[in-house]
């Protein structure tokens, strides 16, 4: 993007066209001819894999939009029509939910990249600047963005998150109010992130552009961190950064698409799978994963405003790091001090992500004070000083010198690795959950876990009975219908068997042509009925507690797995613990609680319960409900079976995803395979 | 840069139309989700199920109009006068030949169901109204007999009779 260009097309129309806009010679020179430092490694890459994130974001965002309903009453729902009715809803939805997380991961590479081989120094500051202002947008973005599904986490999310501003003093409630564009977070906030999210990526797609081209005037920097001298340090961008960074975005998209195809839920939170209730706070609230240090470091300060101005704080310091770090030399490889309090830094920043997922109490409270302390010390302190006092080894004289003299620093790279398996690790949804949970569900085998999991008919069949003659006096399905029963990969039921069920219930219609309500037999279009008219008819039937809908059950329940076994949960693809919790919660009543537990009236004592004291009784005995298929008729198999119902009729696709997913998976594999080739013979030319 | 050996040369040139094909292909493949969203989703093609409608309460020579798969339903209980003229017409001279006996079923002549959407460019046509007794499109000018067929204006086609069946004498079934 610098300079006349030297393109010099030969057809005609490019003649014609380039004459008049010489946009195919912008092409060429700043993404075909562009010279780049012929010593990049992969952590280079990461720039190309964001541009990349933000395209799918778009794209995918795009089209959510189309199906998406901005409204209080109906987001929430709206979003589950996506995933069940939408052809390849589902799809769409988890590329763009967990493609936020990768957008992140690869941001934070990106950034720690450039920390660490000093790419934020002359003549680069703009450029690094440019950056800090796409985090922040990206922030903005993000978090409206979770704002949307209108879940329980998104409301009290948008609810904690505005109130920040209360904290500027005098203005700070009336700020807040326009914020809200209400008296709290509702229907106009909802409106107008919506909007802001579907606006701010343009903005971030046009930052960086200029981005893109403030590095094209002053080029890439490089692991050296020299300039480059003479054609011999460089190569064309094309074909020798392409297909290195093709190579490495596919490898990346294999990462991605384990999340998406294998454990779509696993970087959310459980919470957000009920829906927005302005009258409960879940126990603990936590944002996503990725502003968890931010987080952590709001809540270790103990005054309003400073904790708020702290937080921002450890973002802007990062404008300010081409000043705070004057040393001479790029790269921290020849900077062996300062190598090690980068590494240390970034132990830092996992340890305030790991904070901020914890509760705000005891050692945790210190700890994050202690490590807000280290954060800050390391941009206004370490950096400042060592610039002053440390003595670089010898940079190597070009670019070229240090192709032929590299050694491979193993150990650094093996770090980056740990590292960023531990800010994955950093799963807001499991570490957060409940400290006061009893005893830990204990973990069943499945039939639709793992990479091959499917449900099994006779089980959904059996678990639909026990909800429909058990669960169904009390429990509605809003977001089940009779035709579901006959999708594929769900309990197989033939279109003339699930009519003759929906014809068993009576359904209020209308109003007719006279203006009247009428009652109509079921048909496959409508959905699992409510046994009660509404809400509080539900709450006066049962002691003051609506029964949930159970739609969802399975996907909005979760226990704390704990560390390290949430790692272990990713690489295994564990995403069964809605199920296990159903399972342990139905066989998990006890006649007599325990000596010196105060049972409250009209409770029962159950293990698995947080508190313990249920407000459901315990429904099911022995030979309750009769199978037909064999299948023991005990607590036992008929908790299993409706905790399996349950799965399916929170996640109805989930047989299609996972097939979806090998299929993808293998050819992904295939592809990195031939690109990983392509590159070796590309770039055997180089050296 | 040196010189590859014409072996290594043919091996390259593989390697790039491989990779090169097999990404194609996975674009291709990529692109097929972000078109298929656009198809009616599971809720609407239900909601698009056969729908029945009561006719006794249609009076002769009224008419009424439902809604199925968001498309009005023109249900016309015609009169004699109605049926005589529909009867009446030289078929071979019609824009669009459909003897009247092919646009109603048999033994129910006195019913006319039609979707009510002007073949021209989609309008909704009033009935009772226009020349021929039958329909007229305000948007363009197409004149439409008791029978749905078009007889004057820029409409190429009659209007087109949905699936529907007699359930009862007094019940039919559309869709
Ligand atoms: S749309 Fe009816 S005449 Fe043109």
Known sequence: MSGPSTFQPKNPVLKWIERRLPIFGLVHSSFVAYPTPRNLNYWWTFGGILSFMLGVQIVTGVILAMHYTPHADLAFNSVEAIVRDVDYGWLLRYLHSNGASMFFIAVYIHMLRGLYYGSYKEPREILWILGVIIYLLMMATGFMGYVLPWGQMSFWGATVITNLFSAIPYFGESIVTLLWGGYSVGNPTLNRFFSLHYLLPFVIAGVVVLHVWALHVAGQNNPAGVEPKSSKDTVPFTPYATIKDGFGLACFILFYFWFVFYIPNYLGDPDNYIPANPGVTPPHIVPEWYYLPFYAILRSIPDKLAGVVAMFSAILVLAFLPWLDSAKTRSMRYRPLAKQCFWIFVGVCLGLGYLGAKPPEGVYVIAGRILTACYFAYFLIVLPILSRIEKPRAVPNSIADDVLGKKKSVVASALAVIGVAGLLALDSGSTARASDHGSTPPSMSWSFAGPFGKFDQGQLQRGYKVYKEVCAACHSMNLVHYRNLTDPGGPGLSIAQAEALAAEIQVKDGPNDAGDMFERPGRIADKFPSPFPNENAARAANGGAAPPDLSLMAKARGYERGFPQFIFDAFTQFQEKGPNYIHALLTGFEDTPPEGFKLPDGSTYNRYFPGHAMKMPNVLSDDQVTYDDGAPQNVDQYAKDVAAFLMWAAEPKLEERKRLGFQVMIFMVILAGLLYFTKRAVWADAH | ?175
Not at chain 2, 37 to 44: E, F, H, I, R, V
Not at chain 2, 81 to 94: G, H, Y
Not at chain 2, 110 to 121: A, E, F, N, Y
Not at chain 2, 135 to 154: M, W
Request: glycine share 8%; proline share 9%; with cysteine.
């Open chain 2, 1 to 175: 840069m040196t010189t590859s050996s014409s072996a290594g040369q043919s091996r390259r040139d593989f390697l790039f139309v491989a990779t090169g094909a097999v990404a194609a292909v996975g674009a291709a493949a990529a692109a097929w989700p972000l078109v298929a969203q656009l198809n009616p989703d599971a809720s609407t093609v239900a909601a698009g199920a056969p729908i029945e409608v009561d006719l006794s309460p249609i009076a002769e020579g009224q008419d009424i109009k439902v809604f199925w798969r968001g498309k009005p339903i023109f249900i016309s209980h015609r009169t004699k006068k109605q049926i005589e003229e529909a009867r009446n017409v030289n078929v071979a001279s019609l824009p669009d030949p459909q003897p009247d006996s092919a646009r109603v079923k048999e033994g129910h002549d006195q019913w006319l169901v039609v979707i009510g959407i002007c073949t021209h460019l989609g309008c909704v046509p009033i009935a009772h109204e226009g020349a021929y007794d039958g329909f007229f499109c305000p948007c363009h000018g197409s004149v439409y007999d008791t029978s749905g067929r078009i007889r004057q204006g820029p409409a190429p086609s009659n209007l087109p009779v949905p699936p529907y069946a007699f359930i009862s004498d007094s019940k039919i079934k559309i869709g």
